[in-house]
């Protein structure tokens, strides 16, 4: 059985500060990972892809992947009130963390 | 910009009736993705479909469900004798690339 693993949080930081979410997924044999942030009632959005070890960014996003501990994180710089939602790690297209809660405090 | 569109947005239906759920995936995209979320649970992924044909399903997509492309832009999932637990948020997700999915809206579907 092929789990993804996330702390449900709630992650609570203040505005400005930066925000870690981390994954932790059981098939080694995985090659690409997803982060989405799904507010309350609202479909998942994407907001990084990450098929490589090492660290993606895109704006105050910043995707981490290390294939050798089976190990996904996701950083937010600058994190807003905004960004407060539920942030879903993914394997593939197939397997779905149960989601990270992210409080972001003004 | 273009986006993934479900109808209906929220659907009421009998024990035992069959339903049928519809997409419209972005245009160029060529990966077809159905999802369902019950209320507070996680994203469970129940089928791919690529070329045509299922590409993957999981152990929820039993007999009861199937997937059509009818068409050149529709994309359905049909549960054929709903049950009280088929009630979730069932998402619809296309991709040009495999796995990478933007997600519709979702249709929330209640079995009573």
């Known amino acids: 059985q092929k789990e993804v693993e996330q702390n449900s949080g709630p992650l609570s930081v203040p505005e400005g500060a930066i925000a870690s979410l981390n994954c932790t997924y059981s098939?080694?044999?995985?090659?690409?990972f997803f982060w989405y942030r799904q507010y309350s009632g609202k479909s998942p959005e994407l907001i990084m892809s990450?098929?490589?070890?090492g660290d993606k960014e895109d704006g105050r996003f910043t995707a981490q992947l290390n294939k050798a501990s089976q190990y996904v994180s996701l950083l937010i710089r600058d994190s807003q009130p905004s960004d407060s939602a539920t942030y879903l790690c993914?394997?593939?297209?197939?397997?779905f963390g149960t989601g990270t809660r992210l409080l972001v405090s003004p | 910009e273009p986006e993934v569109t479900q109808t209906p947005s929220h659907q009421v239906t009998q024990m035992g009736q069959e339903v049928i759920l519809r997409c419209v995936p972005i245009?160029?995209?060529?990966?077809f993705y159905w999802y369902r979320q019950i209320l507070g649970q996680k994203v469970e992924f129940l089928v791919s479909?690529?070329?045509?044909?299922?590409?993957?399903k999981s152990e929820i997509f039993d007999d009861q469900f199937s997937v059509e492309r009818p068409d050149g832009s529709n994309f359905t999932l049909k549960i054929r004798s709903t049950k009280l637990e088929d009630s979730a948020m069932y998402f619809c997700?296309?991709?040009?690339?495999?796995?990478?999915?933007?997600f519709g809206p979702g249709t929330r579907l209640t079995v009573l």
């Open positions: 245009s160029n995209h060529l990966y």
């Open positions: 479909f690529y070329n045509n044909e299922i590409s993957e």
């Open positions: 993914a394997v593939s297209a197939l397997v």
């Open positions: 997700a296309s991709s040009e690339v495999p796995g990478l999915g933007y």
């Open positions: 990450i098929y490589s070890n």
């Open positions: 098939d080694r044999g995985s090659q690409s």
